[in-house]
């Protein structure tokens, strides 16, 4: 399985991207998807994830009132739609999938089985 992420960019602080993720297979179990980001010189970190059987959205803190995320279960297809977006926004933003919700958070990237390459995202101010 491949996850492939676009939409990133270059874009003035409180402007808008979407990101778009979608799986390279559709015959198989996909219970939840996710992004997550990487900041140049820090850790990967939670953004945002969806879990198809109950349609429950999470966000970050940091993201929450700004962020939306969306998809399409039947297609293994998932968005994330940025707004105001600020400098401190800035990094690589990974798309991620997991098969099962068994025993498995929502935030923490050890729980998600599948990753996709990342999309940079750039916000200036």
């Known amino acids: 399985v491949q996850l492939q992420a676009s939409g990133g960019g270059l874009v003035q602080a409180g402007g808008s991207l979407r990101l778009s993720c979608a799986a390279s297979?559709?015959?198989?179990?996909?219970?939840?998807m996710g992004w997550f980001r990487q900041a140049p010189g820090k850790e990967r970190e939670f953004v945002a994830a969806v879990t198809w059987s109950d349609g429950n959205t999470y966000y970050a803190d940091s993201v929450k009132d700004r962020f939306i995320i969306f998809g399409d279960n039947a297609k293994n297809t998932v968005y994330l739609q940025m707004n105001s977006l600020k400098p401190e926004d800035t990094g690589v933003y990974y798309c991620?999938?997991?098969?099962?919700?068994?025993?498995?958070?929502?935030?923490?990237?050890?729980?998600?089985?599948?990753w996709g390459r990342g999309t940079l995202v750039t916000v200036s101010s």
């Open positions: 991620t999938l997991a098969t099962t919700g068994l025993r498995r958070t929502w935030y923490s990237g050890t729980d998600y089985d599948y």
């Open positions: 297979r559709r015959a198989f179990s996909s219970y939840r």
